[in-house]
């Protein structure tokens, strides 16, 4: 709470047109202002990142370019990396580079810390696909690329569904009914948990619904936390743990991490970074998992979410911009960097790292399933995002963080906690200065 205090009181009412660079004169002119400075100049860059081995990709960059060094600086992720990089551009000694989490972008932006980068990274949009270069876009211009995603999919024990009987749900109404027949069937067993304290996985289930939880047009934003498609995919998760058809308990915990070893648990909504996180708990359960594409809510339909992802952006103060903008798009959509995040454990946002030939056939983990990255792909391109973040989006993550935990223990509806957490972004923009539609 600490840590989300100081960014709302650190955040500012500088919202220039839609997240616009201030640049009044290609404002005017509908074009991105120009980054000044030659590229390939000698440079030594700083690079803020929290992504663990991601040394081996700046040394990767550094063995090809003698003359422009970068000095990789690890950072903690999320809330704390934002108030740190704020504080630091107020000091004026920020790095030239940063990896930001896509949700924390508008507040970066709305504290004049990232550069409008768009004349320097026209030329790659088409690396990526749209719903995923979205993500780092606001008004027309382009803050960050997008370095890694993790659109959202189905894990599910092939192993167990067969035992059963059970077919994998292409629908959410299939879902829940499969959900009511898995504890009939076995009374020690739960399809799935609804983990109520993680506000990211939420938000990919209401992308996936079709919410669009912030907007902003002549200067104003638009909330829509509480829209009809959050509401609805609240109440259906509310549905099913009220009724005791599926868990209410958070993940990442020993409980469970028993869970998913043991068969408790036989289905996980995650992402495609998922593979690896099963690989750590539940490790005797290697060949039994599976990956589909997330129920639908309509069938036929076709559309995912995203649960996490970064971005690489460049700050506002950096005096080697064209340098660092250089060097965040080749660290984004370079093949040989592409493959050097792969070795990482990446899942690169560039669609040309995302086929089997970059990634191989499957994880180690998933070796059952030889199309698994196959697969993965063409879920990444039916993957959408909101239309914009808030400049408060730590205030709604830590809202519905608050929030939610109660609300399932005491199996309450959980689609009013939209309205409470509508209540509290809208309070807190407006007390920020920001002008709210």
């Given amino acids: 709470m600490r840590r989300r205090s100081l960014l709302a009181a650190s955040s500012t009412a500088l919202l220039l047109a839609a997240c616009g660079s201030g640049d009044d004169e290609s404002a005017e002119n509908g074009t991105a202002p120009a980054i000044e400075g030659d590229e390939n100049a000698p440079a030594t860059i700083v690079f803020w990142s929290w992504a663990e081995n991601i040394q081996q990709v700046v040394d990767l960059w550094n063995s090809k370019n003698p003359t422009q060094q970068v000095q990789l ?17 107020k000091a004026g000694n920020a790095p030239d580079v940063i990896q930001a ?48 995603v993790g659109p959202m999919m189905l894990f599910y024990r092939e192993d167990i569904f067969q035992e059963l009987g059970f077919s994998v749900p292409k629908t959410w109404d299939e879902f829940a009914t499969l959900a009511k027949a898995v504890r009939q069937k076995d009374s020690k067993r739960y399809l799935t948990t609804f983990s ?76 495609v970074w998922g593979a690896g996180v099963l690989a750590g708990v539940a490790p005797g359960t290697k060949g039994t998992w599976k990956v589909a594409p997330l129920p639908q809510w309509t069938a036929g339909e076709n559309v995912t979410g995203f649960w996490g992802g970064s971005s690489t952006g460049v700050s506002t103060t ?24 792969v070795k990482i454990g ?31 792909a063409a879920i990444a391109k039916t993957a959408r995002g909101f239309d914009s973040w808030g400049p408060n989006t730590n205030v709604t993550y830590g809202a519905f963080e608050d929030l939610m935990p109660t609300a399932v223990k005491n199996r309450t509806d959980l689609a009013a906690v939209a309205d409470q957490v509508q209540t509290t972004s809208v309070d807190d923009l407006k007390k920020q200065g920001y002008q709210v539609a």
Avoid: C, H
């Fill in 73 to 89: 600086s690890g950072q903690a992720a999320s809330d704390e990396l934002v108030a740190k990089f704020l504080t630091a551009v």
């Fill in 196 to 271: 109520p304290g993680d506000a990211g996985w939420l938000a990919g289930f209401a992308q996936q619904a079709g919410a669009n939880w912030w907007s902003n047009a002549n200067d104003a934003w638009t909330v829509g936390i509480n829209d009809e498609a959050t509401k609805r995919m609240l109440a259906f998760w509310g549905g099913l743990v009220n009724t005791g058809d599926v868990l209410g308990d958070p993940m990442y915990t020993p409980q469970w991490n028993a869970q998913m070893g043991d068969g408790t648990i036989i289905a996980w909504p995650s992402a």
């Fill in 318 to 341: 950096s005096t080697q911009k064209a340098q660092a903008a250089k060097f965040a798009r080749w660290i984004t959509s370079d093949p040989e960097a592409l493959a050097a995040l």
């Fill in 101 to 148: 989490e896509y949700q924390s972008l508008p507040t970066l932006i709305t504290n004049n810390a990232l550069q409008d980068i768009t004349s320097a990274i026209t030329p790659i949009k088409g690396a990526f696909a749209e719903g995923t270069w979205n993500l780092t876009s606001f008004g027309g211009a382009t803050y960050a690329i997008p370095q890694d």
């Fill in 346 to 376: 990446l899942y690169p946002a560039a669609t040309a790292g995302q086929g089997a030939d970059m990634l191989g056939n499957a994880p180690e983990f998933m070796s059952n399933q030889s199309d698994y990255y196959t697969t993965a």
